[in-house]
């Protein structure tokens, strides 16, 4: 689509809106606010449980992948943030190096992400683990998280558990959840006042029969019980199937506990697509959801908008793109229902206007909208299109192979 | 099963559990003390939206239903109260005869089912609606089920609401968790000391697109906003597939919100089938954490049992019997568990002990148990087949068929 | 919008798509061709087994459904046929009077539904029943069902089965699908070489332990055990959570096995919302199967579009015409897929182009488009605000209620 | 338990069945006669994409495995049978030492496993892959596989693919299954007369849009088309939530499709679990559907039972041990079954009798039963125990450890 175009139409679209007693700027400036976080490790190679699939230009350094965020910012401009995983980013701890290299690649240390569960002491858990050894050395690293936070002004420690029983009978429900409020306590303590911890849930896998915060309820209960600055952190892909989100989403709003997001889609368990790839309607229901609050509280929400995505098939990069661009043109269509239109329709109990009006927004085209938006933020209309133009995979791809060779049948598995 | 077998069988049982280092006593008096409370409109016609099978001994009025429930009781000895539904049961208010008529029929009142979905003026919703008129209506219904409550000595009040919507944009989900809290603290104001509000969750049907208190997190949050006095009641039908309804009951129990149940079983949605004839592994391991908190603390957990199920195929009585005696027998196998052993596997992290340990108690056959318990109480060890001997069914398939007339075709749909 | 917009609007993109190689007569034609059948019941009132929120408008007699399908159909132009029920819609066979008030309403008559599942007799199923007496009459039935189409002049029988078990043990499952594959066989053999049987699969409810067409794989077998001339029937919200439906229809597709659809929507169970309300994107991409079989084989597949909904809220017809205009737009935005360039992506497998390729469909803004079609036949490119504008539900909701009364408080439940 | 306890008990059970009518000569054969494969991969490291906790007593080479195998043999009595796979146990093809190291260890080699899914190739998949060259390589690797099957007397070719797509457009889901039936078709045709192929379904993982072979009608459809030889092999973790598997079961056996089980159980997806661990109701229903068909038809179906599970948490020889138990015990559970009894209560029409004679024979206790035969068998009769005491887990963790030193945390993810 040639950039003319982009503009013609979204200003169309803008024209329509000031006629229809909307705020046009509003919408645009809304659009430029919104900050998207990628993460790390959704640089480098994932894969399933039956194997990985290497990819020439996957990032393996967190330079590299300091370096590929730094390309989805330059090209989405909404991305200026990194999520890091304490384990695997800085093992040695904060390296001005690091913050350096990320300034460089124009972007800044988000999230800090704690490992707990990987390690083979976590066989039985680690916040929930009956050793208080085990349960030691997770808060430990939990505490050392929030350290480096500090050394890299980080506002987010964002705390998922893999804890759990594979078995019914295997452990003491009740008393794993007392022993994941203390840690969680303790954690919260350390924290500085303007550092927010994230409790984030998901209803199985790798525990099978029980996953000690299984839900938003009892993530919200435990970030309760940890102190006033954790939140509940909501990931798409971790609900029961025919769970309506959205509803979570407000009621975590109207209980003041919504700490953020991971994005992801799926279409039966936790599959970590790219955003809105199996049911967009979704997001967008989401999106309204919390725009409808920010419209009536008269300010932004704090909310932390990050992407937790597993695209083993698609390349790094543009599956980072497809996510952010998808995200970004449905939050457009969110920001573009007429609100008090529905409220019309809605104090009238006229289900089918309020549900038309909800669904126009979804329906309008939002593609060149945000391509304009790109354009007046002084980027390319089309992220995915510009990025191939680019050259950059090829170029990181030849790059990292010569660095680090080509991957053998025999390195798989 | 003559009787004798009975006693040998579970004789021999109780004798092994002695030499297990185990209390006989003290299982055979929890069993005795077990109460199962059945509802009124549990003997009456039910159907589905595609219609209703009639049956020739279904009841009608509150005596039949009484009448029903206490030849219940008398075969199973443990379902000495009714839960009776407001609106059909007591349409002028207490009536003094009625309560006489449950004296009389071996059985007493239990808890207040208000109705504040039927009538028209609910299409939208109850407490949740945006009309306050419709808001005040059913307000009004649950202060005079208080009342109701106060008048007949009832403990409980249950509040299950069928508020949602239908389709996304037809309501303000926020407004609607407001409006929700507001009522429910005033009906709760309204409730004497003694008395018990019950908060049930459903996550979808009648409402399809959200529904007001969609799982236990919702009604948690709420009955906590709603009073000291409310807790939370969990149907076991009510909740997502692979849901781990243990897990919840488990968290209830240790947050002082778990007020009750509603039995029933399913397989795909509410089915409402009888208790434990889909999974009865799943309602013996609910079984096992309240006893194993129970153990804990050293008393009884408050907690009220109630049936509620629809059976359009089953016949009644037969069906509330079969739920009954699984319950019991359930409840027993959750009881022989050898928690003590449990323990002592899980300290080791040996799972498979740990799980054996569990799952000797299901396995272990109850019904003998069951059956000396029953004798014991001076009943027949089978109480089902008692029931099918005793006539009941077809003395009360021709009473009613001579009041009531047979239904035709006509009276269908 | 005003008309001139919409045509505006519309050119635009059929110019577009001309540039890119488009054949837009073929487009526009296309989605004049497409019909949709609404069905006679979907005008009428239902509800849940909760209860059932009587409309003033709601039509009772197959004269008033036909005029209210004939208003849907004049205001969307594409559906010209009605599915009809014929114990309620014939209960005493065909009737010259009937056909002709459909004429004069502008429709035909559609598909025969026969109802094996209200009368009481059918308590344990209709073919599948063990008693041949029950299967005798069930069979009757459908064999009526036949000659009123042949008498009617209907392509289609279209059967629905409640059959099933509520409980393990209850029958035996086998035994029933011999009785199935024979009953079907019998009523196939009386078909007329120009009717096609459907075989609607549902997996639960109203039997809720075991159904005895179940899913699309049992409705197969069956079908090709009936005889050549049956076909499968999908209705969308007859399907476990996350099951790809686009895969199922593709399969049957090339089964030569696919007949024809019930079209509605759900997020939990067989919700019967209209249609896309929940997932537009699945619908959108059912299409897309559908209509890339159609262009490579080059001619229209022979499917039958039905709507069959349960709108118990929204006003019938509005209801009706929403899921109309919905299934046309969202069958616009399959049509407008670039299968060439999508083909050409598949080919190496770059995943991200033919997502976005198959995306750009869906995401283009059909409205206009549809608008513009139903201008070129004539008709108001609004379909849901000419009807508002009309003043036919008014004046049916006056003439109704004085013809039937107001429903009571009483007449419910 | 001591062994008289088991003998009295059982015999106890015995004499009551011989006064019921039944046979216990007969069910005591069966018992004896019932087979179960347990896999190789079985007794070997797994763990979930998050990770994979070690065990020293893991097997590595085939030759561990089928010492691990013949252990579990050896102590249960019914599973003289190893599933191999191909890629991981017969790298260079037929091996004489591995054929007599079976022999050995008290084992014989049983279903050959080919492996299409974990080379780089695969990534697009491997039947249904676009590229000849790719899906000529999966077809070669699965004509070695028939080769190997028939130097080794291998009875079952059994075929599971990963096969499928991640995202809407990806591929063309007709095109696949085309390319799947010619493959099939290609490797039955190399298959010799003796020779069974099983096909596996899978709703979902590691492809997470769609799987070509999704559910038991695809699988079905597809070994219809591959040729007479091909069976539809059944692994009961790979279905939708609340999908009635033993109905499944019933259908494949009436259709003659049905081929084999794969054993497991699950709480939410494919999560692997030992066998009846989470609903050994369910188990014990499709063992019901098997053994009153062979019943009916006087004979004992051909049906491959396999074990399939991922034990990353226990000890890998105890869980398999578990998971034969307890089916072993299921198995009698079904066996007891009065179903003489069960047909005439379902003549009747009731429900309660019919449900209460299939519950009857799971509400059983037949872990004395198992006992008893294992005795006869010149086993001891608690095969966990006699494990636990053999002290084999402690010494092959300190051969396999001397042999392959201890895993470190490097030698983790």
């Given at each position: 689509m040639a950039v003319s175009k982009v503009s013609d139409c979204a200003q169309r679209m803008l024209d329509r809106l000031e006629q229809l007693g909307r705020d046009p700027k509003a919408i645009l400036s809304r659009l430029k606010s919104l900050e998207i976080e990628t993460p790390s490790w959704g640089y480098a190679?994932?894969?399933?449980?039956?194997?990985?699939?290497?990819?020439?230009?996957?990032?393996?350094?967190?330079?590299?992948?300091l370096d590929d965020a730094g390309q989805v910012h330059k090209l989405t401009g909404i991305c200026p943030s990194v999520a890091v995983h304490v384990l695997w980013d800085f093992p040695h701890g904060a390296?001005?190096?690091?913050?350096?290299?990320?300034?460089?690649?124009?972007?800044?240390?988000?999230?800090?992400?704690?490992?707990?569960?990987?390690?083979?002491?976590?066989?039985?858990?680690?916040f929930g683990n009956r050793d208080p050894e085990v349960r030691r050395k997770a808060v430990k690293h939990c505490l050392d998280s929030v350290k480096l936070g500090k050394d890299l002004g980080s506002e987010y420690l964002s705390l998922w558990f893999a804890d759990g029983t594979n078995y019914p009978g295997q452990d003491d429900i009740r008393a794993r959840k007392k022993r994941f409020a203390d840690a969680l306590k303790e954690v919260h303590k350390a924290m500085p006042s303007n550092m927010i911890m994230l409790v984030e849930y998901k209803p199985f896998e790798p525990a099978f029969y029980h996953t000690d915060i299984a839900d938003w309820g009892m993530a919200c209960l435990l970030a309760r019980a940890a102190g006033p600055q954790a939140r509940v952190l909501v990931d798409t892909g971790h609900h029961y199937l025919a769970q309506n989100i959205e509803q979570i989403v407000a009621w975590l709003i109207d209980e003041n506990m919504l700490g953020g997001f991971h994005f992801n889609d799926r279409r039966?368990?936790?599959?970590?697509?790219?955003?809105?790839?199996?049911?967009?309607y979704q997001v967008f229901r989401?999106?309204?959801?919390?725009i409808a609050a920010e419209e009536e509280r008269g300010q932004t929400l704090k909310i932390a908008y990050m992407v937790d995505q597993s695209h083993n098939l698609k390349p790094k990069i543009e599956a980072m793109i497809q996510t952010v661009t998808t995200a970004h043109e449905?939050?457009?269509?969110?920001?573009?229902?007429?609100?008090?239109?529905?409220?019309?329709?809605?104090a009238k109990d006229d289900l089918v206007e309020a549900e038309e009006t909800l669904r126009a927004g979804f329906f309008t085209d939002t593609r060149p909208l945000i391509g304009y938006v790109r354009e007046q933020m002084?980027?390319?209309?089309?992220?995915?299109?510009?990025?191939?133009?680019?050259?950059?995979?090829?170029?990181?791809?030849k790059e990292r192979t010569e660095k680090y060779g080509v991957p053998t049948e025999a390195s798989f598995a």
């Open positions: 190679d994932t894969g399933t449980r039956f194997g990985k699939f290497h990819q020439a230009a996957a990032a393996r350094s967190i330079q590299e992948k390296d001005a190096k690091v913050t350096e290299h990320a300034r460089k690649a124009g972007v800044r240390i988000g999230a800090m992400n704690p490992n707990v569960f990987q390690s083979q002491c976590y066989k039985y858990g680690s039966y368990a936790d599959d970590d697509l790219t955003m809105g790839s199996i049911d967009p989401i999106f309204h959801e919390i449905l939050f457009a269509k969110a920001l573009l229902v007429d609100r008090k239109k529905l409220r019309s329709a809605q002084g980027i390319e209309a089309d992220a995915l299109a510009a990025h191939r133009a680019s050259g950059y995979e090829a170029r990181v791809a």
